[in-house]
């Protein structure tokens, strides 16, 4: 079931960025960053996503209630959203809203049942981007070359 959601979760900030899983290509807008992928409070990023472009990752609330239903932790279809961007090697992910570090170390040792995900998903870069060759400068990580 999550596979199938993954493929529904990344959503086009403006219809900016390459579609994701096969879908047709959409044009994209010139004086946006068209490759980038925006992360933070939903609200946050999707109009972040918006307005200047990237993706966004929107489960929509049907399916988050049927992951919740099924007690599967949303965590799970974010995190492998951000796996696949990061596997199309997206030149940047970037945090919205509130200092990613910040957040961090607020949500430090609480349960992950209470985190919010963007902060989780941050968690998780901060373990794992190097491995992908990303690296962190303020609220953003950016693919190095």
Known sequence: MAAGIVAMGIVEGAKTTPPPFGAPKMPTQA???NNCLVLGEQAAAIQEALDNGGAFI???PEVLKGLQQGNI???L???RALKNQI???VSRIDFVGANIDDQIQIWNGKSENLTPIH???AQWLKVNA???RYEQGGNSWVLKK
């Open 31 to 33: 004086g946006k960053n």
């Open 77 to 79: 279809i974010y995190e």
């Open 73 to 75: 932790d949303p965590y």
């Open 119 to 121: 902060v989780r998903l």
């Open 87 to 89: 596997d199309a090697k």
């Open 58 to 60: 929107d489960t929509g």
């Open 130 to 132: 190097k491995t992908y």
